[in-house]
């Protein structure tokens, strides 16, 4: 089964930074492009950004450019999320997902909850 | 990167049928065959249901459908149940392997 399961979540004073980390499991990690998909507190769903199969090929939504940093570990079967310079609207909680070759993300982890106050 | 624009809330009773629409522009719904939908029950992982439209995942009840006319996709339930009631989300593809969703949709099953 596929299993997709975050961690690094957690309290980060605003400006500060945090990496998040995805341990992938039951599917081929190193051939599979991957992204990173934000839910603000009561707000919808938002995505963040992409990563092509080989990590050669990064994507982000414009609100996080420059300051969010999208990578992978095929070794390690593992996708990260470098975030800085935090703001209060980056608070949300944060989901890995498999991007599947019909451009759906067919795969879902439960989430880490990353909170961003002073 | 504007959000598609879906009805916030739509409702039916069990065994009908509701359609939820997923608005955007002719550089995202409207450009490529790449809408997705998602069902999301709070404090769980988003569900693929539809992918490209129209294709549905393995396990995926035929009852859920997907269309699309020019800049607006639609997400059709039909012979609703109660565990269908969730919250939905469109996606489509923007641009240089960029992605944007819809606001969500909160759909009660009466």
């Known amino acids: 089964d596929v299993q997709l399961v975050e961690s690094g979540g957690g309290l980060v004073q605003p400006g500060g930074s945090l990496r998040l980390s995805c341990a992938a499991s039951g599917f081929t990690f190193g051939k599979s492009w991957m992204t990173w998909v934000r839910q603000a507190p009561g707000r919808g769903l938002e995505w963040v950004a992409n990563?092509?199969?080989?990590?050669?090929?990064?994507f982000y939504v414009d609100s996080v450019k420059g300051r969010f940093t999208i990578s992978k570990d095929n070794a390690r079967n593992s996708l990260y999320l470098q975030m800085s310079s935090l703001r209060a609207d980056d608070t949300a909680v944060y989901y890995c997902?498999?991007?599947?070759?019909?451009?759906?993300?067919?795969?879902w982890g439960q989430g880490t909850l990353v909170t961003v106050s002073s | 990167q504007s959000a598609l624009t879906q009805p916030r809330s739509v409702s039916g009773s069990p065994g009908q049928s509701v359609t939820i629409s997923c608005t955007g522009t002719?550089?995202?719904?409207?450009?490529?065959?790449?809408v997705s939908w998602y069902q999301h029950y709070p404090g769980k992982a988003p569900k693929l249901m539809i992918y490209?439209?129209?294709k549905r995942p393995s396990g995926v009840p035929d009852r859920f459908s997907g269309s699309k006319s020019g800049n607006t996709a639609s997400l059709i339930i039909s012979g609703l149940q109660g565990e269908d009631e969730a919250d939905y989300y469109c996606?489509?593809?923007?641009?240089?392997?960029?992605?944007?969703f819809g606001g969500g949709t909160k759909l009660t099953v009466l």
């Open positions: 002719s550089s995202d719904v409207g450009a490529y065959n790449y």
């Open positions: 990563i092509k199969d080989d990590g050669s090929w990064t």
């Open positions: 997902a498999v991007w599947g070759d019909g451009w759906g993300f067919d795969y």
């Open positions: 490209e439209v129209n």
């Open positions: 996606c489509s593809a923007a641009g240089d392997y960029t992605m944007v």
